[in-house]
């Protein structure tokens, strides 16, 4: 046959399988699904239905009011416990013979050999407890850590303890007073730390307690004001071997005392004066996770030579700091300069005569490094005559201790003046139960095996001495704490309010976010990569990258590696600036107003993608994705986007008062700004709730379950069940969700009988979600059957002595879930799907399931295939043939 008549042939033919493919599935997924029973019951109710217009700002000033309920609830806390300790100190007389035990952390419930408690280690009873994740606590004591440089018997740390014994009623009364209270504890500024509730602490595998409470964030934010740090350090010739590795480890010290909201600059000085990085010559730069790093890297990188010209680096350094507070930038507060130096120190006295003296505004703080006592004088000299501190750091083990002091230094104005600032850390990660930051939390080393890794952000105040001897003096006696899971506070933004594409997120007054859908520091994925980038565009995206891909690397949101068994979040997850997140704000309008805690509203079109990670890449070569890039083949899929929406989103936005914090709400155009009100009574929605295969959001709130010991046990719906019985009248429910959930249920209970009677007759071989036609319900309900992968062409639609229909499966937005299997459990070709194991398909805190994403923006009628392999998610899209009734997403 020539050529032309086989094409003229085929083509026909082609076709027709195609349209009798398309009819057969359409015809298919309609009978499974149930889309005409549903939208016909829609119709049934439509005269009854009301729909409400949502006001943005109105709504993102009610969330931003109970999220500063909720934390000024911690603040009282906190202030209970300053008011406490400053008291018993106040009362107490120092007792340089005091003879005291107490509940040693370590030590608790340890016995000798002959079965007699150790010294400090009386019984310490401890039970688990559900609010801390499980663990073995006492919720009527607290317990004292000491790290293990500090002796547990010294006169100062006993005196401490038994002062602060006082705090164990306030910790209590706390407690029982707001029962989401998580940890609560106090740092002294001895070295000793009080935490409730009582918990044991295990030592490393070395038998050793690294955790000091004066190191980590919450407890120098608290005792300092924000600060414009320059640190000058002397790489002269005379500074080599080990001189100079305990010079870097006192930078490195140095750096771990500051913050973001800290500003610093690093210069060295032989016979020139050097910026260890040269993007960052004459200015300043925020001590932010990103820097501090990158500061250390270089600072292992330095080399001695010449001689130490120490005049010039003064000079530099005082220059940096006089723009700087000219200009009105920085922290507009503290300045300073660190010298550290072996003594070999020569034309000073002009340069501080020059630019500090007479009102001497920089404080300079002198650390002579070695032995040597030869120009001590004249370092201690220097430091005194400009309100500064001089030590000497002679092993690599004074550095901790020593750089600690010059914080106590910088506090005593706060001290004499009596300064309770309230400071709010930003974002880091940590497990539930102890939040005192990653890179500073005791869990992280008592219990490694604890994986409940969650997003915290600690409150915090500094504890002050009144006694009137001590007070012109201004001793700082420690820093009381308590966390904040910012889970718990979203929860007050909750997601049906939202619609199926909006979200509420937080982010602190220096940019960075503090919740955020897209902030997603935890991922099985591991990384086969790393990047660097020149600190002058880490806060830009590189020319022709994706931000997406900025997103994943530069940003570290939803980038995780494993070290053995244990997830480690990327190191820089909590400084992803929100112009990363929301990178379609390319002009920065959004950033500046809520970091200028401004309230108002802006609209911007933004691509928002389904389903990251379509593509899937193997092999070690690396491939070019921009001139200034280059990255390995084997990246994480989901710097790929296969399937993205086209969106028009609605910013609304407001402070939250007397926090750092600014509040974001996203109302998508359409289903987002719109709510259907329907009308249904407790009694026929109850009936139609109780249905063995019905199940809710478990991350959504309907009832509170998580204060009253009594309620944890129950599930969302048993407590919604509960309450709408009143067979509880103590629960505390969400009456707006329970009135559209009971809507949902009566809409949606003819699918159940409707399934049972398909039950005994499948054999299809795709699994479909539809969105209903119905009357403005574009974003209320996604449903459909989910059938099995078979053969491939036009016969493999339906063979009917065959049985391989999974299930089928509907979904409201107000989080109702409605499934039917028409196999048996053992036979469902995707166990996971339905599942918290499958996050994208669940409803989640913060999102809709992701066929109902998908399904949500598809025009009536239409549908939405999702194919999937044994290994997981591939790309597919497909329409359905004309005629269609519904609308939807599909899996296969």
Not at 333 to 355: F, R, S
Not at 676 to 697: K, Q
């Amino acid at each position: 046959m020539p050529v032309h008549d086989a094409q003229h042939t085929v083509g026909p033919r082609v076709k027709l399988w195609a349209d009798t493919f398309g009819g057969d599935l359409y015809d298919t997924v309609t009978k499974y699904s149930g889309s005409l029973l549903l939208q016909k019951k829609y119709k049934d109710v439509e005269p009854s239905l009301k729909i409400k217009e949502v006001d943005g700002l109105e709504l993102v000033r009610k969330f931003s009011e109970d999220m500063e309920t909720m934390l000024c609830r911690k603040v009282a806390a906190i202030q209970n416990l300053v008011e406490a300790a400053e008291e018993a100190d106040l009362n107490h007389e120092f007792n340089e013979s005091l003879v005291f035990d107490y509940y040693n952390s370590v030590l608790i419930n340890e016995k000798d050999a002959s079965g007699a408690y150790v010294e400090l280690g009386a019984e310490f009873i401890l039970e688990a407890n559900a609010h801390f994740s499980g663990l073995l606590v006492n919720t009527s004591l607290s317990s004292v850590q000491l790290p293990t440089n500090v002796y547990n018997k010294d006169p100062d740390i006993l005196n401490g303890i038994y002062m602060s014994e006082a705090l164990n009623p306030v910790f209590v009364e706390n407690f029982q007073r707001d029962p989401t209270l998580t940890w609560q504890y106090f740092g002294s500024s001895t070295g000793f730390f009080r935490i409730y509730p009582g918990i044991k602490w295990t030592p490393d595998e070395s038998g050793v307690i690294t955790f000091d409470c004066r190191n980590r964030g919450w407890y120098i934010q608290a005792a300092t004001s924000p600060k414009d740090i320059v640190i000058l350090v002397d790489t002269s010739g005379s500074m080599k071997g080990l001189r100079m590795t305990i010079a870097k480890h006192t930078v490195s010290t140095i750096l771990d005392t500051l913050g973001e909201n800290d500003f610093v600059n690093i210069i060295s000085y032989n016979d020139y004066i050097h910026y260890i990085e040269p993007c960052f010559k004459g200015i300043l730069v925020q001590a932010d996770r990103d820097n501090r790093e990158h500061f250390k890297q270089l600072v292992d990188k330095l080399m001695v030579k010449g001689v130490g010209a120490v005049g010039r680096a003064l000079s530099e350094a005082f220059q940096i700091l006089q723009q700087f507070q000219e200009a009105g930038q920085g922290s507009l507060c503290n300045q300073a300069i660190m010298l550290i130096t072996d003594g070999a120190v020569e034309e000073y006295e002009p340069v501080l005569e020059k630019y500090n003296w007479p009102d001497r505004k920089v404080r300079v703080f002198t650390y002579l490094i070695g032995k040597e006592v030869s120009f001590a004088d004249r370092l201690k000299w220097i430091a005194c005559n400009n309100k500064g501190y001089y030590t000497q750091i002679s092993t690599l083990a004074d550095a901790q201790e020593n750089v600690m002091e010059y914080l106590h230094v910088l506090s005593r104005p706060m001290v004499i003046n009596h300064d309770h600032d309230i400071t709010w850390t930003e974002a880091y990660m940590d497990s539930k139960s102890v939040g005192t930051a990653l890179r500073s939390s005791p869990l992280t080393a008592l219990y490694p095996q604890v994986q409940s890794l969650a997003l915290l952000t600690t409150v915090a105040m500094p504890v002050f001495s009144k006694k009137n001897e001590t007070r012109s003096h201004g001793i700082l006696l420690g820093v009381v704490g308590s966390d904040v899971a910012l889970r718990e506070l979203m929860k007050l933004a909750p997601q049906y309010k939202l619609g199926v594409h909006g979200y509420a997120f937080l982010n602190t007054n220096n940019g960075y976010i503090l919740s955020h859908p897209d902030l997603r520091p935890l991922s099985p994925h591991a990384p086969s990569w790393s990047l660097t980038v020149c600190p002058q565009i880490a806060r830009g995206r590189p020319k022709g990258v994706s931000a997406e891909l900025t997103l994943q690397m530069a940003g570290g949101v939803s980038q995780e590696y494993r070290e053995g068994k244990k997830l480690k979040p990327k190191p820089n997850y909590n400084s992803v600036d929100l112009s990363e997140a929301e990178w379609e704000d390319r002009a920065g309008t959004l950033r500046t107003a809520m970091i200028n805690r401004e309230t108002g509203s802006l609209s911007m079109d933004v691509k928002v993608p389904l389903d990251r990670g379509a593509g899937h890449f193997a092999g070690t070569k690396d491939a070019v994705v921009d001139s200034s890039l280059s990255l390995p083949w084997h990246l994480s899929w989901c710097l790929f986007q296969k399937r993205v929406l086209f969106l028009t989103n609605d910013y609304f936005f407001t402070d939250i008062s007397d926090t750092p914090f600014s509040l974001g709400v996203v109302l998508t155009r359409g289903h987002g700004e719109y709510v259907l009100l329907g009308n249904t009574s407790v009694e026929e929605g109850l009936h139609d709730l109780l249905h063995p295969d019905l199940s809710l959001a478990s991350d959504w709130i309907y009832c509170v379950t998580d204060i009253d010991p009594e309620h944890r046990k129950l599930s969302q719906l048993e407590a919604v069940v509960r309450f709408l019985t009143r067979r509880d009248p103590a629960l505390e429910c969400d009456e707006e969700l329970l009135q559209e959930l009971l809507f949902d249920a009566v809409v949606t209970a003819p699918m159940e009988a409707h399934w049972t009677a398909l039950s005994l007759n499948t054999s299809e071989y795709v699994r479909v979600g539809l969105r209903p036609k119905g009357p403005e319900r574009a974003a209320q309900a996604d449903w459909g059957p989910r059938f099995q992968q078979g053969r491939s062409g036009p016969r493999a639609v339906q063979t009917e002595s065959e049985h391989v229909v999974d299930m089928a499966f509907l979904g409201t937005r107000a989080g109702l879930l409605r499934s039917s299997l028409f196999v048996g459990s053992e036979k469902v070709s995707d166990k996971r799907f339905l599942t918290p194991a499958d996050e994208a398909s669940t409803f989640t805190l913060d999102r809709f399931p992701l066929w109902y994403r998908q399904a949500a923006e598809q025009p009536p009628g239409s549908m939405v295939f999702n194919l999937y392999s044994a290994e997981g998610p591939a790309p597919g899209n497909s329409g359905a043939p004309p005629g269609r009734q519904a609308a939807g997403g599909c899996r296969a």
